[in-house]
Structure formats: structure tokens, C-alpha cells
């Protein structure tokens, strides 16, 4: 893994009972995505098919299906972000289905953290929040989204 690249996107599965993870690169070839065995044994499953130079920083996963954050950052063009959810009823399976893109016309910064919060059986409310990095050039925002 290259430098600052690593599990970055962890979450605890009540349903399936197990830590889903994620690392962090861009390597192109897909984010490598796995679980902890029976005895805490890191088992990389799957490959997400996130876009090109897009980098898993953040997972949660409420009822079964598990949401992922994306970060993309440039020093010319600054940061953009991905949220989706996996879907594994498509082929290839683990697909990405994107929910919200966010770009340059909304405040974006360093947004690494994700929790997905079971509004009603039809309302998710999904939360994201930036790593300031100690920088004054950064901030620390705390976004959320309701999906019906």
C-alpha cells in the first residue's frame, strides 16, 4: 500500500454479526473489502469497483447492505466525494450503486467518516463528517442526507 493508505473503513454488522473493512487506495484495480473471520482474522473478499482515483475512507452498514464513502482529492481541484451503497444482487457482484455525488458546488473538505441511521422502514439519514487534520486550510463539517 502506498503512504497514508490503509484500513481507513471499518464497521461492526449486527445482522451478518461480523467487522466489515475497507482499504484505502488507488491503485486502480478495485478497494480491496473483507471481513474479520470467527476469530479476528482479516479475509479480504472483494474488490469495490469505486471510480477511477476515488479512495474508501468510510463504511457503515445498517440492515444488511453496506454503505461506502469515497474521497478523491487533488491539489488543483481540491476534494470530491462519493456515497454509495453495495449492492450485491448485481453483477459484477458487490457493485457500486452511487446515491450522492459531492463536488465543488457544495462545501467539501476531507470527508472521511460515515454513519447510516435507520430514520423509518422508508428514510435513511446518512451522515458524513471532514478531518480538519489539524490544517488551517481544512474544516471540520458535519453533513447529513435523507434517502427515501
Given at each position: 500500500?502506498?503512504?497514508?493508505?490503509?484500513?481507513?473503513?471499518?464497521?461492526?454488522?449486527?445482522?451478518?454479526?461480523?467487522?466489515?473493512?475497507?482499504?484505502?487506495?488507488?491503485?486502480?484495480?478495485?478497494?480491496?473489502?473483507?471481513?474479520?473471520?470467527?476469530?479476528?482474522?482479516?479475509?479480504?473478499?472483494?474488490?469495490?469497483?469505486?471510480?477511477?482515483?476515488?479512495?474508501?475512507?468510510?463504511?457503515?452498514?445498517?440492515?444488511?447492505?453496506?454503505f461506502a464513502l469515497f474521497r478523491y482529492f487533488s491539489r488543483s481541484e481540491g476534494n470530491k466525494n462519493i456515497?454509495?451503497?453495495?449492492?450485491?444482487?448485481?453483477?459484477?457482484?458487490?457493485?457500486?450503486?452511487?446515491?450522492?455525488?459531492?463536488?465543488?458546488?457544495?462545501?467539501?473538505?476531507?470527508?472521511?467518516?460515515?454513519?447510516?441511521?435507520?430514520?423509518?422502514?422508508?428514510?435513511?439519514?446518512?451522515?458524513?463528517?471532514?478531518?480538519?487534520?489539524?490544517?488551517?486550510?481544512?474544516?471540520?463539517?458535519?453533513?447529513?442526507?435523507?434517502?427515501?
Open positions: 500500500l502506498g503512504s497514508n493508505n490503509g484500513v481507513e473503513a471499518i464497521s461492526y454488522s449486527p445482522g451478518a454479526k461480523t467487522v466489515l473493512f475497507g482499504i484505502e487506495t488507488t491503485s486502480g484495480r478495485g478497494q480491496p473489502f473483507g471481513r474479520l473471520d470467527e476469530i479476528g482474522v482479516p479475509v479480504v473478499s472483494d474488490r469495490l469497483e469505486a471510480p477511477a482515483e476515488f479512495a474508501l475512507v468510510g463504511l457503515d452498514t445498517p440492515r444488511f447492505q453496506p456515497i454509495a451503497y453495495v449492492d450485491g444482487t448485481t453483477t459484477p457482484p458487490n457493485a457500486l450503486m452511487e446515491r450522492v455525488r459531492l463536488d465543488f458546488s457544495v462545501p467539501v473538505d476531507n470527508f472521511e467518516g460515515i454513519a447510516v441511521q435507520n430514520v423509518d422502514m422508508r428514510t435513511q439519514r446518512i451522515w458524513i463528517v471532514s478531518d480538519d487534520n489539524f490544517s488551517d486550510s481544512q474544516r471540520t463539517l458535519l453533513m447529513a442526507f435523507d434517502l427515501n
